[in-house]
């Protein structure tokens, strides 16, 4: 019996059907360490996931954890089956925070293919999937869209039937989920360490965090790992030709949602990540800055709770001009992530 | 709007003003998730917060975490508004721990400002405050007060009157606080490491505790994000000429204390800092050794518990000769910190 | 008073005597922080450990941590008293876990001396123990024996009696301890991510778990330490003439266990440890990959529960033939670790 029996060696392009549903290995629960985690690994100060009494004073009867926990920890199961054979990671869409994770709560994921599509050089394809993260109560916690480019076992194999799937640019406001609660008529703005709401944000405003982090391979490997990330390009210098560390996307996302809290302390909660693209590959030594630009406002009808829709932009230096994109049209240079999501902020 | 009406760029001398109240954000709670990150980047070993029964036999109604945890997660609070424009920490006294800080306490700082001093150069000057941080049922865990060299906003703006705050050189025996219910009286020194009570310390005497540390940038990072310490050196490469990352201060007093173990395994709980002086910067690839020098023993009413007065110094490498100062009276090489401290021992 | 009468030196050759029962320093309680970092520093995915919901559906009544957590922190506390004036760690045998450590749960270890045999060179001998692990209930947790050559004080000492144990070669699948309540008859290998069972493994078989993880020392040092393992090479720069830090052997134990995931996603809990041997040392910058080997498969009597006997081999660098020792018959290069273990998998 060879050992290729028993190690799993991901999916390629061709063992990818629609409507194919993968139900993850593994569930895991999620404890007041991951909380403590992040937070000795991002910069993070948001009141709510900081503080229990804070959380119970919006309303929340339990003490959520960053949203983005959940979300690594769900997306992390889908490495192994949809990504470990990626080329690349090619974009998010229509992501929604359903019910709060809390510690006690044990997340588990499945996967439905919702779009195929063979590139040209027959090598490659695109692969879509809509993943939905659940709780021990079968409660939906987090579902998402997200494409990736994944190798074909063989240039050999017959092309599939092209399926792209219609996604939105922008979850709909009213689609957003509102933890049950909440409620910011008594939102205490010193405590949270700002007192900008929402009517203090304008469309088009951005917003420059300031602040920097230097990245370390100790510090992403640690990140990736607790959310049961796979990718080799993380953690295993042989992975790549150039014998660096990759750091995982998320990594970034996190870092920047984190960064952000300087100017932005009152957006408490992640309620939606409309799109997202990795621009640029981050290492360690790299100092990771980020910026914010106000896409939209909306009121929503918890008491005293609105949504800002941001667009959140990690760069690596520091850029105070926040240039998302040069004269033509292409991601500036040091850009690392451009990242669309709606926050919940007391209004 | 410009994006400076959002930041928080922090309180410049010319901000404060005696009698000036501040309350600092972030509240936090605090965990066992905080414990076990402790102990993952000191070597504590210390019996009450290493073990809940060991806590019970002593009489502890609940599990205390180490004191420098609640420390750390309280001054991180005042940084953003205290010490983020500052020049140097200039000093600490009067700390005092009051009700222990248990997993499941949510903590939140405020600040008086006590003193003010303008610098001759017209460019700096000095602020006092004490800060005291409180539990969710508004109890007083830990307070102290604590001078930093602040930059002025502009060197042309008036000094204000000169308040030098009076403050103890040590905190008096009867104003050192025993947690309630210790009891020492059924001590178990096997489990606790080692057989030194109070009446085996003589005071003058010196403890190499012998063991070094070397620093990694992503330890000293990941205890600073930890406390939600916010002061960008210690996380930017950018932020310093040098392009090291400086290790917070706090750091290395746990570190020390932790170092402690060997030799003061017995001094169990840390029940106020007297004084401290960050005398020299520390950087990842430095190896932290200690030690100690018995100042003062007292017999303390609570059942079988003393208190031994600590100097407990840090060193780059290890100094056995244990010298503090050389001829000329300044702090010899390699001495980083000079730390004054009280803690609860068996008699 | 010299300082030397209060810090602990350790033992050496002269202080063991047949017989001789230490109880090691210093309780601790685990935490649910202790996995969380355990999984932050190990890429480990077992579904018991990770998930409360599987370790229930599994029949277990609480959420045991890994068994190696429970190892290493036991192990820890014998560092002090046995080995840290060790030449070496010579080896393991009869390691078994018995009743599984869950969060909450304090442990204390004794060791009592089994074995004694000083070297021809007059200069160190070999000190073998039994050490065992309690909760706080007084139930054993784990027992191990293991051997050490220890530095003499002095080469003059005269030899004690030689007494050699005698140790078993692999723990009988007759004393097994399964966990209380332990069945895998409705085992759910889609979350626990493999589809073998036991008759799919065949004595003989090797299987390469392919992925690989880069050490760094900050890593190694954060676990090695929450386990309150004092071994001085491990942290300290100047304690070894290269200037490297020493990965703790345990820390390449966990890393080739957490990669046997791929291939042996099912090999759920360790029962025993029947032997071990640390190879070569491991530092930063190593890339450490895993093989293993199928030693025996036997039937249990606990429903659907096996046991696989596995020798788990950790390697620098990925060795895809899978070679153990040369034609010489001593290790082949790369070899970090041979482990010989059980693991309990459905049947």
């Avoid at 974009?91 to 919702?114: K, M, Q, W």
């Avoid at 970034?252 to 799109?275: D, T």
Wanted: charged content about 20%.
């Amino acid at each position: 019996m060879s050992s290729a029996a028993k190690t799993n060696a991901g999916n390629f392009f061709e063992d990818f059907s629609v409507g194919q549903v993968i139900e993850h290995a593994t569930p895991r629960t999620v404890t007041e360490g991951d909380r403590a985690l992040y937070g000795a690994i991002y910069p993070t100060r948001f009141a709510v996931p900081s503080s229990a009494e804070f959380a119970a004073s919006v309303g929340l009867s339990a003490h959520p954890v960053e949203e983005l926990i959940g979300f690594h920890v769900a997306f992390g199961k889908t490495v192994p089956d949809v990504s470990i054979n990626a080329v690349a990671n090619l974009g998010y869409a229509e992501c929604r925070f359903h019910v709060p994770v809390v510690p006690g709560d044990t997340l588990r994921t499945s996967s439905e293919v919702i779009g195929l599509k063979q590139n040209s050089n027959g090598r490659t394809g695109v692969v879509w999937v809509r993943s939905t993260a659940t709780n021990q109560r079968g409660e939906v916690a987090i579902d998402w869209a997200r494409w990736v480019m994944v190798h074909k076992r063989s240039a050999d194999s017959p092309a599939p039937e092209t399926v792209v799937p219609s996604l939105a640019d922008v979850v709909a406001p009213e689609d957003l989920v509102v933890p049950a609660g909440l409620d910011f008529s008594s939102y205490d703005d010193v405590a949270a360490g700002e007192p900008h709401r929402l009517g203090d944000y304008e469309v088009g405003e951005r917003i420059d965090h300031v602040d920097g982090v230097t990245l370390t391979d100790a510090e992403h490997m640690m990140a990736t790992r607790l959310w049961q990330n796979t990718a080799k390009v993380h953690f295993n210098t042989d992975a790549r030709p150039d014998g660096r560390r990759l750091v995982y996307g998320g990594h970034v996302i996190s870092l920047a949602r984190a960064l952000s809290f300087n100017g932005l302390a009152n957006a408490q909660l992640v309620a939606a990540i409309n799109a997202g693209a990795h621009v640029a590959p981050a290492f360690a030594g790299d100092t990771v800055h980020a910026w914010s630009e106000v896409l939209d406002t909306v009121t929503l009808d918890a008491p005293g709770v609105g949504a800002l829709r941001l667009r959140l932009v990690a760069t690596r230096g520091r850029d105070e001009s926040m240039t998302l994109r040069g004269d033509d049209g292409t991601y500036a240079d040091g850009v690392l992530l451009d990242l669309d999501l709606w926050a919940l902020v007391p209004r």
